[in-house]
């Protein structure tokens, strides 16, 4: 059982500052209420992982690293490769967090990050197989926030997916005595769609996108949708200890499906996805 | 193997917008302030509500309000395979989201500087055991007597064969497309859970949306007759000459 989370603590004035201008459908730091901050990703950042990603929105700051290893597969999914995704906030990320293993906040953010990207098949997991029921490949996608200012569910999601799509992994290759090698050759991983996490938050009767930490820390609701390629739902995750009504809930879908499109191409013109994996 | 025959039954028989079986107690374990137990589908489990209580270490209490604290957790023995006991990442997960979706309902600003904690053991499980769990929990909670604004009923929506179909069974949860639990207050017709495994158009979500919503209507009638039932000893006919 978790003890109490440690709250960004947010003055007064600066809570009703946020609450009176967004009676007028603006925010403190002057975006529309579907404006995204400011998104940057630099791939290649940790050349030692076998793929990698830094991402920037706004002031939250993430970085995810892929490495590879064989393994054994689930006896349930025998001809699949195995997906970890594990997300942490570090002890340099913010006053608030602290070392030590994680909280239910940080399994939340990697199971949510996870979901979206195994319900997408954002890689194609079949592919991963070197001996089915004995050996494939394991992908660990470990992400490890830097710096807390709201929104880490889209901005670790980001950072994972980006650093999914242009990593390269070392090819083995299996004999006919069932041997496994490692060829040399580095192939990218088989990628099939880039699923796209985003937040709304619910301030009064407001709804807004990529919520500040100031935002959160007043937020009544969030809804996290995450959307591929076809314009599917294919993972979402309510959170906070308000509500939503129906019609909101309608209104957040058609904002996530929108705003999913654009922040792909974002994404895809400052990463290479991986191509002609066969 | 289809999950959904040329008839339009489903493996178990349902039709696609058909609850499983549902069965609630509430009062059941003598030493918790409040308790309940359901049954649904294959689901069996113990729901129990300790408190409002002091709070151990006290440096965690609020000076404004109660605090919550929900623990899932799943038996060994629930499941195909041995379950270990510790709790796992989903647990933890699901702890969480069971918790947020039970907050909206409390008025927790009654109970200043205690705990509220609510206990929810899966005996046996079955898909659809958070949503199960959460019908389960605010029954114990009324039946502790703890200040509600609303009960709070659960139940998912998703899509197996194509079609989508209501409170999903395991094996339509894992050979499915999708699964989106949802709890809801009826009264105040507020949602305070969604979540989403699996594939779903924006037409679909909102049809989901609205199944799950008729499921968990069905709910909340079978929640307030298990409590008419624990308070007034009466079946509905009786009931309803109460009120």
Known sequence: MAGQKKYLLLPNITADKIKNLLKSGKRSDGRGLTDYRKLTVEVGTVPKAEGSALVKLGESYVIAGIKVDLGTPFPD???????????????VASFYAEPGPPDEDAIELSRVIDRGVRESEMI?????????????????????VLNVDGNLFDAASYAVVSALSQARI????????????????RIPLPITTLPISVTTA???????????????AIMDARLTLTCDEEGHFCAGQKGGAGTFTKNELLRIAEIAREKSEEIRAQLRAMIQVAKGYT | MSLIDEIGKRVDGRALDELRPVRLEVGILPNADGSAYIEMGKNKIMAAVYGPRQVHPRHISQSENAILRVRYHMSPFSTDTRKNPAPSRREIEISKVIKEALQPALLLEDYPRTAIDVYLEVLQSDGGSRCACITAASLALADAGINMSDMVVACAAGKADGKLILDLSDQEDKEGQADMPVAW??????ITLLQLDGKLTQQEFAQALNLALSGCSKLYEMQKDALRKRYFGASE???EAIE
């Open chain 1, 77 to 91: 999914t025998p001809d699949k490769g195995v997906l970890v995704v594990n997300a942490e906030v570090l002890p």
């Open chain 1, 124 to 144: 194609d997991l079949s592919k991963l197989v070197l001996i089915p029921g004995q050996k494939v490949y394991t992908v660990f996608a470990d992400v490890s």
């Open chain 1, 170 to 185: 070392p090819e083995y290759a299996v004999d006919g005595q069932g041997n496994i090698e490692a060829t040399g050759n």
């Open chain 1, 202 to 216: 619910k301030i009064g009767d407001s709804l807004l996108v990529d919520p500040t930490g100031e935002e959160e």
């Open chain 2, 185 to 190: 207050m009826p009264n105040l017709d507020q």
């Open chain 2, 237 to 239: 006919a009786t009931s």
